[in-house]
């Protein structure tokens, strides 16, 4: 095909260029939109993701979207809660092109300082003198630690109690032989430092023998001795992880198998609880109650994981028991850990009902580790009994059947 313009200037198309860079064009769309499906069929943990793009989509609120079409269609301003004020576009405009909120330092400051993120979270639910500055973190032990080559003397063991049986006696109500709870320890080697002689580095408060796990014995006694049939695995995962050159950042994965094992060789267990230990000193951990020292306890909550709303409900239940029957600030109150910067789902998307407790900081000690073991297994067992008792079916009388 020729095209002549007024220049006299010949142009000669081609009929086959032009079929070649329409295949090519559609050729192109095919593929982009197979990698399109292809990427959103992957599981979320191998997804490609962008961290930059998540952000700014959190930034875009339902309220922020009804009032950008409410200029246009001023129906959906009627859907907006009277107090709502629309922010100006500037600032929505700097927040979405930057991801940098300026009512929140961190998100500047996350960029800027090596390891921020490993501290940061959301606050759920906030207990008393709880804040941005003070949430719950872990940070993994140098590996030396984590392979026990190096481990601390112990001290201090000579008040060690066997965990306490309660008073003598069958509780009024009981799961009889059937399980309820199930106890595990995904950072099995988490310890106390007053039990460490000669360490005063809270990242080194890791012990093969006198560990978190001590609580777990606890928490079943207190318990059974409400009825409540409990079950602790004390799987040393950190141990596995040495055995197999796995990193720290390793253990949820290293814990998944374990938890499924035991969710299937026991369908009665309804409630998961995983027990760690904070690396925040006395003063943030610690909490006078009635002239009794108690390590505080804070509930973390995986955001990356289908069951977040029932777990986030049932460690709401509870920081508002411990709070009614105790005194605000037993409970730090209940956060949220997600991003790139950490597990995001910390196993709990394996049941509805599970927990992952701080359970005090490196500097508590079992007598207070204790005590606040038993204010949860106080107020758990009342929130279990009463939503078994909702859940019980209900019982006609004969001539009703």
Not at 39 to 51: A, F, N, Q, V
Not at 205 to 222: E, P
Not at 271 to 300: C, E, M, P, V
Not at 385 to 391: D, I, P, R, S, T
């Amino acid at each position: 095909m020729r095209i002549t313009n007024r220049s006299g200037i010949i142009v000669a198309v081609h009929g086959t260029q032009v079929v070649k860079a329409a295949l090519a064009f559609v050729f192109f769309l095919i593929g982009i939109f197979s990698i399109s499906g292809a990427m959103t069929t992957l599981r979320p943990e191998l997804r490609i993701s962008s961290d930059s793009v998540h952000q700014a989509a959190t930034n875009l609120s339902g309220e922020l979207l009804f009032s950008l079409m409410g200029s246009e269609n001023h129906q959906f301003l009627q859907s907006l809660p009277e107090e709502y004020e629309a922010p100006r576009l500037t600032n929505v405009l700097f927040t979405l092109t930057t991801n940098i909120n300026l009512d929140d330092p961190r998100s500047l400051l996350g960029r800027e300082l090596p390891g921020f993120p490993l501290f940061d979270g959301k606050i759920l639910v906030a207990g008393e003198g709880t804040n941005y500055t003070n949430m719950p973190m872990e940070s993994a032990p140098p590996f030396e630690v984590l392979k026990a080559e190096q481990e601390a003397a112990l001290q201090n063991t000579e008040d060690f109690q066997d965990a306490s049986q309660g008073e003598a006696g069958d509780p009024p109500i009981s799961t009889g032989d059937r399980k309820a709870v199930y106890i595990y320890f995904t950072h099995t080697r988490e310890s106390y430092l007053p039990y460490l002689k000669g360490i005063t580095d809270p990242n080194q408060a890791y012990h093969s023998k006198v560990n978190v796990t001590r609580i777990g014995d606890q928490l079943k006694a207190d318990l059974e001795q409400r009825g409540i049939g409990t079950t602790v695995d004390k799987t040393d995962v950190m141990e596995n992880l040495s055995k197999k050159g796995l990193g720290f950042g390793k253990a949820y994965q290293e814990a998944r198998p374990v938890v499924e094992a035991a969710m299937t060789g026991d369908r009665n267990l309804q409630y998961f609880i995983d027990i760690h230990r904070d690396g925040y000193r006395k003063d943030k951990t610690t909490i006078q109650i009635n002239g009794k020292s108690y390590a505080k306890l804070a509930f973390i909550i995986g955001g990356e994981n289908a069951n977040y709303e029932k777990n986030l409900q049932l460690a709401r239940e509870l920081h508002n028991l411990l709070n009614e029957k105790y005194g605000k600030g037993l409970s730090r109150g209940v956060i949220e850990k997600k991003g790139a910067s950490t597990n995001g789902k910390f196993n709990q998307d394996l049941s509805g009902n599970a927990l992952l407790i701080e359970f005090g900081g490196v500097d508590n000690t079992f007598e207070e580790l204790n005590r606040s073991a038993d204010a949860l297994a106080d107020v758990f067992s009342e929130f279990y009994w009463q939503a078994e008792k909702v859940e019980a079916p209900a019982i006609l009388p004969p001539d009703k059947k």
